[in-house]
């Protein structure tokens, strides 16, 4: 009786196991994609909601930032207005004079400013004004009047959480016991701020938006909640009533407080984001919207942006259906492949003697190299010519798919670079920082001994390490001058958005670390997070090093490169790794790049540096020079002794052809003028100083004759049949100590003129 299988019981048996492996594969593939995909649908998911919070979060900072600098601006220019006041009226009125408050009163009545007197135990001729209150304002104004001082006043005290009304106030004595005060409330401040503010947000911020977008400002009456806690003052959103005062113990779409909740947050921590359920302002349909709200003290508003969660619930789901979507193609690849495998071994077992199934054994044991090793087949060791062709085809294969891996490599580092030339374009006098970064840091690495890995490592990490500054506002990247304060705090962002931007993508997870770390100083001086010596990685403190050493011997537009020499002592004065600077200090000099030359024309770099500083010196409106160009252009003329007349140009009545015809006609009318002022042949340095101020620098003597001109090229201006009517006046340099001053000397000639006019009539 013969024992085992015969030819045809072997096929049947080799067919049932290629059967039943066929229904394990079908089975794995199938829990696979029912349990998978609800995986990636959740990270992604998770990645967009994180993604979209950290964007309306920078939105919001943004806006932020705009509104401060405006109100900033804002309080100094009413500070310098009142102080004129104030100095103003003490030349008329006599400490003597046994009627000073009716004169006060009689001025106040005519001029329609509020001014107040102070007595020696600090009460005044207003009750809700007390010196008590008063806290100095430190800015330095650079008044030229000595005996003016400027208070921010408090009214008297409210209920728990509100917030009692700000007075900006300048004071003067005009006798041993008397104080004379002119003072604005901040209200009045807060709306034009309002009018300003809010359509450059709309214009700018929100230009791009959908209509599902979310944007708000708030004013806030009760930081403690209460019935009239707060009322919108803008809101994007449809259906929304502006200036009606809310209860913080209102509900959402759907009957959920939540008001108390974020009130408290902002308490406490200043910022918060809040979950609620709101219209949609397409479907009115309630639906979960995500907002982040900040509070800015200096206004009491709350300010925040949002977004609606189901938008990226779609956009997870579609993500996940078209991923497993694609798989489905792969898995038909995969048993294809396996199909055609076990057939090749089935004729392999079946045909050929025991050298087949030595020379089988060999090549599937080579199988898993294939692409790791050049040859992961020994030919030699095989016995048939046919599975040594087979073996010589996968060593091809085995070449080519490392070959391919290579060129990978290499397209990917390419991209990296080009994309990072592409954020470079952004601010031409950084360009190759990056590359060059990179390069220092592998070099380091190589002089440190480091593996061929963590060389690698940290070429990748210095091409990514500035990433985040594509996050940082193009009004403060590409800002000429120097950062204020704010604005520094919001470059120091960019580490932590470059680590936010990679370390979540598989590639970057290793190296994430590094690049938000190559701001850190030993001492804990750095940013973004403090860290002492022995907290930073060593590859962060590489990368740190080769950042400051590219920057020293690069040159700046404020500067020229430091030489070799000089920078390797500048480094060894920083707080930054001194072993590594000791063990390398020998080497910079053959690891030094020297820096390259333009790759752009030089005709297109200047155009694109002028549009930049146009950015910040130019008014967008009218194309004229702001203020702050033209103090500039006069304090350098004042510093070189070159005499001038500084032209002013008062649109008289302007507030009232904007109320008579319109906004539109009041903005036509600037243009006008500004077109006109802009187009004089004599005139240096056209300028739009207010709203309704424009101002130039005439470098002659026959100014009588210039001003002749300068009304003839006005006098034809008309809106509707009403000829516009102007003032001008003209100041000479000699001896002002500043543009500043000489501006201010001639606007104060127009506000005579203003009174003169008024006092004709």
């Given at each position: 009786m013969?024992?085992?299988?015969?030819?045809?019981?072997?096929?049947?048996?080799?067919?049932?196991?290629?059967?039943?492996?066929f229904?394990i594969?079908s089975?794995?593939?199938y829990?696979?994609e029912?349990?998978?995909?609800?995986?990636?649908?959740?990270?992604?998911?998770?990645?967009?909601?994180?993604?979209?919070?950290?964007?309306i979060?920078?939105?919001?900072?943004?806006a932020?930032?705009?509104i401060?600098?405006?109100?900033?601006?804002?309080?100094?220019?009413?500070?310098?207005s009142?102080?004129?006041e104030?100095s103003?009226?003490?030349?008329?009125?006599?400490?003597?004079t046994?009627?000073?408050?009716?004169?006060l009163?009689?001025?106040?009545?005519?001029k329609g400013?509020?001014?107040?007197?102070f007595?020696?135990?600090?009460t005044s001729?207003?009750d809700?004004?007390?010196?008590?209150?008063?806290?100095?304002?430190?800015?330095?104004?650079?008044?030229?009047f000595?005996?003016?001082h400027?208070y921010?006043?408090?009214?008297?005290?409210?209920?728990?959480?509100?917030?009692?009304?700000?007075?900006?106030?300048?004071?003067?004595?005009?006798s041993d016991d008397?104080?004379?005060?002119?003072?604005?409330p901040?209200?009045?401040?807060?709306?034009?701020?309002?009018?300003?503010?809010?359509?450059?947000?709309?214009?700018?911020?929100?230009?791009?938006?959908?209509?599902?977008s979310y944007?708000?400002?708030?004013?806030?009456l009760?930081?403690?909640?209460?019935?009239a806690?707060?009322?919108?003052i803008?809101?994007k959103?449809?259906?929304?009533?502006?200036?009606k005062?809310a209860s913080s113990k209102?509900?959402d779409?759907?009957?959920?407080?939540?008001?108390e909740?974020?009130?408290?947050?902002?308490r406490e921590?200043g910022?918060?984001?809040s979950?609620?359920?709101?219209?949609s302002?397409?479907t009115n349909?309630?639906?979960?919207?995500?907002?982040?709200r900040?509070y800015?003290?200096?206004l009491?508003?709350?300010?925040?942006?949002?977004?609606?969660?189901?938008?990226?619930k779609?956009t997870?789901s579609?993500?996940?259906?078209d991923?497993f979507?694609?798989?489905?193609y792969?898995?038909?690849?995969?048993?294809?492949?396996?199909?055609?495998t076990?057939?090749?071994i089935h004729?392999?077992?079946?045909?050929?003697?025991?050298?087949?199934?030595?020379?089988?054994?060999l090549?599937?044991?080579?199988?898993p190299?294939?692409?790791?090793?050049?040859d992961?087949?020994d030919?030699d060791?095989l016995h048939?010519?046919?599975?040594?062709?087979?073996?010589k085809?996968?060593?091809?294969?085995?070449?080519t798919?490392?070959?391919?891996?290579?060129?990978?490599?290499r397209n990917?580092i390419?991209?990296?670079?080009?994309?990072v030339?592409?954020?470079?374009?952004?601010?031409f006098?950084t360009?190759?920082?990056?590359?060059?970064?990179?390069?220092y840091a592998?070099?380091?690495?190589q002089i440190?001994?480091?593996?061929?890995?963590?060389?690698y490592?940290?070429?990748?990490?210095?091409?990514l390490?500035d990433l985040?500054?594509v996050?940082?506002?193009?009004?403060?990247?590409?800002?000429?001058?120097?950062?204020?304060?704010?604005?520094y705090?919001?470059?120091?962002?960019?580490p932590?958005?470059s680590?936010?931007?990679?370390?979540?993508?598989?590639f970057?997870?290793?190296?994430?670390?590094?690049?938000?770390?190559?701001?850190?100083?030993c001492?804990?001086?750095?940013?973004?997070?403090?860290?002492?010596?022995?907290?930073?990685?060593?590859?962060?403190?590489?990368?740190?090093i080769?950042?400051?050493f590219?920057?020293?011997?690069?040159?700046?537009?404020?500067?020229?490169?430091?030489?070799?020499?000089?920078?390797l002592?500048?480094?060894k004065n920083?707080p930054?790794?001194k072993?590594i600077?000791?063990?390398i200090?020998h080497?910079?000099?053959e690891?030094?790049?020297?820096?390259?030359?333009?790759?752009?024309?030089?005709?297109?770099?200047?155009?694109?540096?002028?549009?930049?500083?146009?950015?910040?010196?130019?008014?967008?409106?009218?194309?004229l020079?702001r203020?702050?160009?033209?103090?500039n252009f006069?304090?350098?003329?004042?510093?070189?002794?070159?005499?001038?007349?500084?032209f002013?140009?008062d649109?008289k009545?302007?507030k009232?052809?904007?109320y008579?015809f319109?906004?539109?006609?009041?903005n036509?009318l600037?243009?006008q003028?500004?077109?006109?002022i802009?187009n004089?042949k004599?005139?240096?340095h056209?300028?739009r100083v207010?709203s309704?101020y424009?101002?130039?620098i005439?470098?002659?003597d026959?100014v009588?004759?210039i001003?002749?001109?300068?009304?003839?090229?006005l006098?034809?201006i008309?809106?509707?049949?009403?000829?516009?009517e102007?003032?001008t006046t003209?100041v000479?340099s000699?001896?002002?100590?500043?543009?500043e001053?000489?501006i201010?000397?001639?606007?104060?000639?127009?506000?005579?003129?203003?009174?003169?006019?008024?006092?004709?009539r």
């Open positions: 013969k024992s085992g299988f015969d030819e045809g019981s072997y096929l049947k048996a080799v067919y049932a196991v290629l059967f039943a492996t229904i594969m089975g794995a593939f829990y696979i029912k349990n998978q995909k609800e995986a990636i649908y959740n990270f992604v998911y998770n990645y967009e909601l994180n993604r979209q919070k950290k964007e979060k920078l939105e919001t900072y943004a932020i930032s705009f401060d600098s405006y109100t900033k601006s804002t309080i100094k220019n009413t500070f310098k009142l102080a004129y104030v103003l009226e003490k030349i008329k009125l006599n400490p003597h046994k009627s000073l408050l009716n004169t009163k009689d001025e106040r009545i005519r400013a509020k001014f107040v007197f007595f020696d135990n600090n001729t207003v809700f004004l007390n010196l008590n209150k008063c806290k100095p304002y430190r800015e330095n104004l650079n008044l030229s000595n005996d003016i400027l921010m006043c408090q009214s008297e005290k409210l209920k728990e959480g509100q917030f009692n009304e700000t007075f900006l106030l300048a004071t003067t004595p005009i008397i104080l004379l005060g002119a003072y604005k901040m209200l009045e401040l807060e709306n034009k701020i309002m009018e300003y503010t809010f359509p450059q947000l709309n214009k700018f911020i929100l230009a791009d938006k959908n209509q599902d944007f708000f400002v708030v004013k806030m009760n930081l403690n909640g209460g019935d806690f707060a009322m919108n803008y809101n959103s449809k259906g929304v009533s502006i200036g005062p209102g509900t779409a759907k009957g959920n407080p939540y008001r909740e974020y009130l408290k947050a902002l921590k910022e918060t984001y979950a609620y359920w709101y219209p302002p397409t349909k309630p639906r979960l919207k995500i907002s982040f900040k800015y003290e200096p009491h508003w709350m300010i925040g942006t949002g977004f609606y969660v189901d938008s990226i779609q997870a579609m993500f996940a259906d991923l979507r694609q798989l489905k792969f898995q038909l690849l995969l048993f294809g492949l396996y199909l055609a076990m057939a090749l004729l392999i077992n079946t045909k050929f003697s025991s050298d087949t199934n030595k020379d089988t054994n090549i599937t044991s080579a199988i190299h294939i692409g790791s090793k050049k992961p087949i030919i060791k048939l010519k046919r599975l040594k062709t087979i073996a085809a996968l060593n091809e294969l085995s070449t798919i490392i070959d391919k891996n290579e060129q990978i490599e990917r390419e991209f990296l670079r080009t994309f030339k592409v954020l470079e374009v952004r601010d006098y360009k190759g920082h990056s590359e060059r970064v990179a390069l592998q070099k380091i690495a440190l001994g480091l593996s061929k890995r963590q060389q490592d940290l070429y990748i990490a210095g091409l390490h985040g500054k996050a940082i506002p193009d009004s403060i990247l590409l800002k000429p001058g120097k950062l204020s304060d704010y604005e705090e919001i470059m120091k962002y960019h932590v958005f680590y936010e931007l990679i370390k979540d993508v598989e970057f997870k290793g190296i994430a670390k590094f690049v938000r770390q190559h701001h850190e100083r001492d804990g001086s750095g940013y973004p997070d403090g860290l002492k010596c022995e907290q930073i990685t060593l590859e962060g403190k590489i990368l740190a080769a950042d400051v590219d920057a020293l011997t690069t040159s700046r537009p404020y500067r020229r490169a430091f030489s070799l020499e000089e920078s002592e500048i480094i920083m930054l790794d072993t600077i000791s063990a200090e080497k910079l000099k690891i030094y790049i020297e820096e390259k030359e333009d790759t752009l024309p030089s005709e297109m770099l200047s155009r694109v540096e002028k549009s930049r500083i146009d950015l910040f010196e130019k008014d967008v409106f009218t194309g020079h203020i702050k160009s033209l103090i006069a304090d350098k003329l004042i510093e070189n002794q070159i005499d001038f007349y500084l002013m140009v649109i009545h302007l009232k052809i904007n008579i319109g906004y539109q006609k009041g036509e600037i243009a003028v500004a077109a006109i802009r004089l004599f005139a240096l056209p300028s207010g309704n424009f101002a130039f005439y470098a002659k026959d009588v004759k001003e002749k001109e300068l009304l003839n090229e006098k034809d008309k809106i509707g049949n009403i000829d516009v102007f003032l003209f000479h000699k001896g002002s100590k500043n543009g001053e000489i201010y000397l001639a606007e104060m000639q127009l506000e005579s003129l203003k009174c003169s006019s008024i006092k004709q």
